[in-house]
């Protein structure tokens, strides 16, 4: 049974540094992983898809890298900024032929000025 | 060209009534997947749907939960006989690829149910 597990729960960190969260999963057999953006209240915003075939996809000052046979994925956020305080989800589909996701429960981010 | 719409953003019942909470997916999407958010929990699937069809509900809850995906319309998650622990932010997602699996997914912005 797939389990996706992320660390650190929270982080709070002076703006301007360059921030790693880390997402890991029990079963490799994966087809992509998805990071998303949570804002308090709000719905989720789609950040990056890997596929599995990928080891990194990038998009602004952020970054994303795939290590499927250690069961890894790390995100980097380049340069933080007090607007990137959110809580940072990765998810993975199930093995069965659709997009059923298993996320992790999060990390929290505090990017202060 | 809008995202995955959802109504009501905020919705307060009484004990026992009934929720419904709507899903428009993103135009030119026939997947639709439904999400619960428990206070301070992750989220979990609920049920997998196409048009006219369940695929997967094991995530529902076996009674009191419906869902469905008429051939017009948006997507229904129905919730009778609401009871407080059914407090929580349900999301719907979206992807248009015949599989799935290899498409992004797409999230509406969620409905806050509130039972008081």
């Known amino acids: 049974k797939q389990e996706v597990t992320q660390i650190p729960a929270a982080l709070s960190v002076p703006e301007g540094e360059n921030l790693v969260l880390n997402c890991s999963f029990t079963?490799?057999?994966?087809?992509?992983l998805q990071w998303f953006r949570q804002d308090p209240g709000k719905g989720l915003t789609s950040l990056l898809l890997?596929?599995?075939?990928?080891r990194e996809q990038t998009s602004g000052r952020l970054n994303a890298s795939l290590d499927k046979s250690s069961g890894r994925s790390t995100l980097y956020i380049a340069a933080s900024q007090p607007g990137d305080s959110a809580t940072y989800l990765c998810a993975v589909p199930v093995s069965g032929g659709y997009n059923k996701l298993i996320f992790g429960a999060g990390t929290r981010l505090a990017v202060h000025p | 060209n809008a995202g995955v719409m959802q109504n009501p953003r905020h919705l307060v019942r009484r004990r026992g009534q009934e929720a419904r909470l709507r899903c428009s997916p993103m135009?030119?999407?026939?997947?639709v997947y439904w999400y619960r958010q428990l206070p301070e929990e992750g989220l979990k699937f609920m049920v997998y749907l196409q048009k006219e069809n369940i695929i997967d509900e094991s995530g529902m809850p076996k009674e009191r939960f419906s869902a469905e995906f008429p051939k017009e319309g948006p997507s229904i998650l129905r919730i009778q006989q609401v009871v407080r622990g059914d407090s929580a932010a349900y999301f719907c997602?979206?992807?248009?690829?015949?599989?799935?699996?290899?498409?992004?997914?797409?999230f509406g912005q969620g409905t806050r149910l509130t039972v008081v």
């Open positions: 135009k030119g999407h026939s997947h």
């Open positions: 079963d490799s057999a994966i087809y992509n």
């Open positions: 997602a979206s992807t248009g690829d015949r599989d799935g699996r290899n498409t992004e997914a797409f």
């Open positions: 890997i596929q599995s075939s990928q």
